[in-house]
């Protein structure tokens, strides 16, 4: 007879299977618990609440919007001026350092004056002994014409005394003028601030001979900068005299700065059709310094809305989407945005955002919907959170 297997195992097997397909399921949840922690934004959020610094956020609130078209350039002093050698010569000294604050009239530097100042000795002795002449030549032809009215002399001595007067009298003025192109010589041997403000190059130093048309010192003003910029010829007829300027300086961050158009060149050129723009900057604090690159816009046009950074808008999509916090929670929202401003880098939001509303700007992008937060910032929790 064929033995027959015992039904009494069965059930210790299947309840073998139960309890290993019971480990696997523990164990499934337990690695999926934690998979939610690590990448909520995969799995559509997570039940632990997630803090969220004051950087983190921005609060919807209305703000002049200035709509007009964008103009960047290098900013320059207004005024400036560089003061360079009429001789040759070596740098006898140098008076001031570059950033050095100087006086209109101040000394910058100075070239060896010795032979110049022999050449003006020399003009000052003939003048002096040209004067002597003619004072002589003056009171001979006074006692001349005397004599003459009284008859003691012949018209002939009179006219005698008239010429050498007149010979005494050139004299004097080609001793006058010498001395004077002396004079002239010696003083630009000596370089002098053209008005107050700061030295910005001095490329030469003691010791240095230099040539005509040598560099000597840079003075500017920096009390007033200037922008020079292009913008579309299409919108020439938006711009007028005095129209403000808002942008932003390479160096100073989001800070903002405001001048005016001073000028519009007559022309357009020839091969980009854009006009130049000349914008004048008021800098009395000196807060501004040239050579810096500047981005802004030409405020044409102002209104109020609703201006954001654009860092709490995510544009990667179809569609524009911002993550607001509402009831504590994170939502996505589909907005509508306008102008857009580059050099304070926001945009115009247009529909999908109230004025108050909470929004996650930067890192706090990375939440998903569905998440819930609370607000760390410093000092009273904002408004916008609902």
């Known amino acids: 007879m064929t033995p027959t297997l015992s039904n009494d195992r069965h059930p210790m097997a299947r309840w073998k299977w139960w309890l290993a397909a019971l480990v696997l399921v523990i164990i499934a949840v337990v690695a999926y618990q934690q998979y939610r922690k690590k990448h909520p934004k995969v799995l559509g959020g997570t039940s632990e609440v997630v803090n969220v610094g004051k950087e983190g956020i921005i609060v919807a609130r209305t703000g002049e919007i200035r709509i007009g078209p964008a103009i960047s350039g290098t900013m320059t002093p207004q005024e400036a001026a560089t003061l360079r050698s009429e001789m040759s010569g070596p740098i006898m000294q140098t008076y001031v350092e570059q950033g050095q604050p100087v006086k209109r009239g101040q000394p910058l530097a100075r070239i060896d004056d010795k032979s110049i100042r022999d050449a003006v000795l020399s003009a000052q002795s003939a003048v002096r002994a040209a004067k002597l002449a003619l004072d002589n030549a003056t009171r001979d032809a006074e006692r001349e014409q005397r004599l003459e009215s009284a008859g003691a002399v012949a018209p002939r001595d009179v006219e005698a005394a008239q ?26 041997t000596t370089f002098r601030a053209p008005f107050d403000g700061l030295v910005s190059e001095r490329p030469v130093n003691a010791g ?4 005509p048309g040598t560099a000597i010192a840079t003075v500017v003003n920096p009390a007033s900068m200037r922008l020079e910029g292009s913008v579309p010829a299409e919108q020439l007829s938006t711009l007028k005299i005095g129209t403000p300027v808002i942008f932003t300086v390479n160096g100073y961050g989001t800070q903002t700065f405001t001048g005016r158009i001073e000028r519009i060149n007559p022309t357009a050129d020839p091969t980009t059709r854009q006009v130049r723009v000349y914008v004048t900057i008021p800098n009395e604090k000196s807060t501004l310094v040239g050579g810096l690159f500047a981005d802004g816009r030409v405020a044409t046009e102002s209104r109020q809305g609703i201006m954001v950074p654009t860092t709490a808008v995510d544009e990667r999509g179809i569609s524009p989407l911002v993550l607001r916090i509402r ?7 589909p907005v509508q945005l306008g102008v857009r401003d580059n050099a304070s880098d926001q945009v115009e939001i247009r529909a999908g955002v109230s004025v108050g509303d909470t929004l996650l700007a930067n890192a706090a992008q990375g939440l998903a919907p569905g998440t819930k937060v609370r607000i760390t ?10």
């Not at 007067?165 to 004097?172: F, H, I, Y």
């Not at 240095?208 to 040539?211: A, E, L, M, S, T």
């Open 208 to 211: 240095d001979v230099v040539q």
């Open 163 to 188: 010429r050498a007067l007149a010979s005494a009298q050139a004299g004097m003025a080609d001793a006058q003028s010498r001395l004077t192109a002396a004079e002239q010589q010696l003083s630009k």
């Open 377 to 386: 910032a410093v000092g009273d929790r904002p408004t916008g959170t609902r």
């Open 327 to 333: 009831s504590d929670t994170v939502e996505s929202v």
